[in-house]
């Protein structure tokens, strides 16, 4: 049977599988160590909460908590681009060809006429329509609203 570390009564056998001292308000005081929790993903709906821990940290500092959502809004609509590989060099100690990756193409629209696409088209507007009132042509206020409905899952 284990005892209490601090005042020598007896633990409850499944209390001693995690803790060394009992539950008396002196005992707690003197052995228990308070945790730090993170929120780590706050929304309207939920909020996430994380034991701060050593990788805890080390996953925060490296960004790996934050919303890609948000990431690509504050950097213009833009997304976010993970460092290119370092070169190999070859046997003869030259560098191959590098293959630079192609630029993303960037859509013909704006983020506004985005959402409005999108708004007209949840309100039952055909693409014709959507076309004509936002100035541009069929295909592309087709492609707004696809755009919106990958951007926007719901």
Sequence with gaps: MAHCVTCGSELHPERAEKY???????????NAKPLTIAAVAVNKAA??????????REDLAAGSYQDARKSASVADGRPLRTPAPKARTTAAG???????????????????QEDLAAIY??????????????????????????????????
């Design 94 to 112: 030259r560098r191959p060809a590098a293959r630079r990756p192609a630029a993303p193409k960037r859509p013909a629209w704006t983020r506004a």
């Design 47 to 56: 909020d996430q909460y994380l034991m701060l821990d050593e990788r805890t």
């Design 20 to 30: 060394s001292y009992c539950t008396r308000r002196e005992c707690l005081e003197q």
């Design 121 to 154: 088209s949840a309100q039952g507007m055909r693409p014709d329509e959507i076309a004509e009132r936002l100035g541009v042509s069929r295909s592309t206020a087709t492609e707004m609203v696809l755009a919106a409905k990958r951007r926007l899952p719901r």
